[in-house]
């Protein structure tokens, strides 16, 4: 069985972090991952989280299983949170959420359920896209193609290519969207620019997949989420993925969930019993600690506010250390235009660093990036931020 078992490659983002932690020197930064660290290079546990801990404590309930599609109080919170109060589809009961193991885990749910269902095998996503979209969906036996998204002459989207290969898409194939901080470009479409988007996928006939995974690190939980809503509006057919890893700092916790909107409440029963299976036959039932932590913060309104000045910190602090790394590396290259980075949102900056350049960052300086030239905002600190842009600065 395992004699003629090839290799596999590093993956391309957690691999780094395996070669980082192998790395000897004190000094070295691991821009490759996205996680948020504070300014003392820690992940934070929020003080949200933390009251949430010790509510749940003092309960002392046991760790008893779960429902196959999860905790209900989370689901129900969840999906007010991801479509918003009063979106059309609750009162039609055409929206189900299920709790998952993550954005990934709920990305394979998803994945698992339309390569069931759905007449189409034929996906697209952003050209370039979350390394492990492509692996994901391919793992399920789609055939997965790419619509432009990023020009990198411009640094810009490359929008009308984007409307242009959507038209050409034969109606029934799944899109997928990265609903806001798109990673890993950091690149978001406009509102008018989302109509357009949103107006195709209609009219012909697409099967529109967000992945939401950073809630909340562009402008706002609100306004970030506000582009789901006007999809459940406009299209008959939703599929969303959403994370709460980086908006809780919740990584090992893997929380997450996966919500579709259907034609009506009957399709959405039928089609709820059939995610349910994909989820039995995967992992049974998901687990609760995370569940109930993002519960209690959702139900209470003193801790939910507690959660939205947190994360509005966390925004902030990616925000100054984009803004400075714009700015150190514009004085030390003059060069070199680097106002793009402020443009983006999001954990990411797409640097614009080779994967020679990359190499050498990590080879010379121990500062770890992912190959396509991808950078953690979001672990830039204080402290290490002027040896990161020497460094950069040097390899360019
Ligand atoms: C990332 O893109 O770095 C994160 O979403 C972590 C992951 O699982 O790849």
């Given at each position: 069985?395992f004699?003629?078992i090839p290799m596999a490659p590093r993956d391309p983002i957690l691999g780094i972090t395996e070669s980082f932690n192998a790395d000897?020197?004190?000094?070295k930064i691991n821009l490759g991952v996205g996680v948020y660290y504070?300014?003392?290079?820690?992940v934070?546990?929020?003080?949200?989280?933390?009251?949430?801990?010790?509510?749940?404590?003092?309960?002392?309930?046991?760790?008893?299983?779960?429902?196959?599609?999860?905790?209900?109080?989370?689901?129900?919170?969840?999906?007010?949170?991801?479509?918003?109060?009063?979106?059309?589809?609750?009162?039609?009961?055409?929206?189900?959420?299920?709790?998952a193991l993550g954005g990934t885990g709920a990305l394979r749910i998803?994945a698992d359920?339309?390569?069931?269902?759905?007449?189409?095998?034929?996906i697209?996503i952003s050209n370039p896209s979350w390394e492990n979209h492509r692996a994901l969906f391919e793992a399920d036996?789609f055939?997965v193609?790419t619509?432009?998204?990023?020009?990198?002459?411009?640094?810009?989207?490359?929008?009308?290519?984007?409307?242009?290969?959507?038209?050409?898409?034969?109606?029934?194939?799944?899109?997928l969207?990265h609903?806001?901080?798109h990673n890993p470009t950091?690149?978001?479409?406009?509102?008018?620019?989302?109509?357009?988007?949103?107006?195709?996928?209609?009219?012909?006939?697409?099967?529109?997949?967000?992945d939401?995974a950073y809630?909340?690190?562009?402008?706002?939980?609100?306004?970030?989420?506000?582009?789901?809503?006007?999809?459940?509006?406009?299209?008959?057919?939703?599929?969303?993925s959403?994370s709460?890893s980086k908006?809780?700092?919740?990584y090992g916790e893997r929380?997450g969930?996966?919500?579709?909107?259907?034609?009506?409440?009957?399709?959405?029963?039928?089609?709820?019993?059939?995610?349910?299976?994909?989820?039995?036959?995967n992992y049974?039932?998901?687990?609760?600690?995370?569940?109930?932590?993002?519960?209690?913060?959702?139900?209470?309104?003193?801790?939910?506010?507690?959660?939205?000045?947190?994360?509005?910190?966390?925004?902030?602090?990616?925000?100054?250390?984009?803004?400075?790394?714009?700015?150190?590396?514009?004085?030390?290259?003059?060069?070199?235009?680097?106002?793009?980075?402020?443009?983006?949102?999001?954990l990411f900056s797409y640097s614009?660093l080779n994967k020679k350049?990359v190499e050498?960052l990590r080879d010379?300086?121990s500062i770890y990036a992912v190959d396509t030239g991808r950078i953690c905002?979001a672990a830039?600190?204080?402290?290490?931020?002027?040896?990161?842009?020497?460094?950069?600065?040097?390899?360019?």
């Open positions: 069985l004699s003629a000897q020197n004190p000094e504070d300014d003392n290079g820690k934070p546990l929020l003080k949200c989280v933390q009251q949430a801990e010790t509510m749940m404590l003092e309960k002392a309930a046991p760790h008893t299983y779960l429902p196959i599609d999860g905790l209900p109080a989370f689901n129900t919170a969840v999906q007010k949170m991801v479509f918003g109060e009063g979106c059309r589809g609750f009162d039609e009961k055409r929206i189900m959420t299920v709790q998803g359920f339309i390569s069931r269902f759905s007449a189409s095998s034929h697209w036996g055939t193609h619509y432009p998204y990023y020009d990198g002459e411009t640094r810009s989207i490359n929008f009308n290519g984007m409307i242009a290969e959507l038209k050409s898409m034969p109606s029934g194939s799944t899109v969207l609903a806001c901080c950091g690149l978001d479409l406009s509102d008018g620019q989302w109509d357009e988007v949103i107006a195709v996928i209609s009219e012909r006939s697409l099967i529109p997949f967000l939401m809630q909340g690190f562009a402008q706002s939980l609100e306004a970030d989420g506000r582009i789901i809503r006007r999809f459940a509006d406009n299209c008959p057919y939703l599929l969303v959403n709460y908006s809780f700092s919740l929380i969930a996966f919500s579709f909107v259907a034609r009506s409440a009957d399709e959405a029963t039928r089609a709820l019993s059939q995610v349910k299976r994909v989820i039995r036959t049974s039932n998901p687990s609760r600690h995370g569940a109930e932590i993002v519960t209690t913060v959702l139900s209470s309104p003193e801790l939910y506010t507690m959660w939205d000045n947190e994360l509005s910190d966390m925004r902030s602090r990616i925000r100054q250390m984009r803004e400075k790394l714009a700015q150190d590396l514009s004085a030390l290259r003059e060069d070199l235009d680097f106002s793009y980075i402020i443009t983006q949102n999001g614009g350049q050498q010379e300086h905002v830039l600190n204080s402290g290490n931020i002027g040896r990161v842009v020497k460094a950069i600065a040097q390899v360019l």
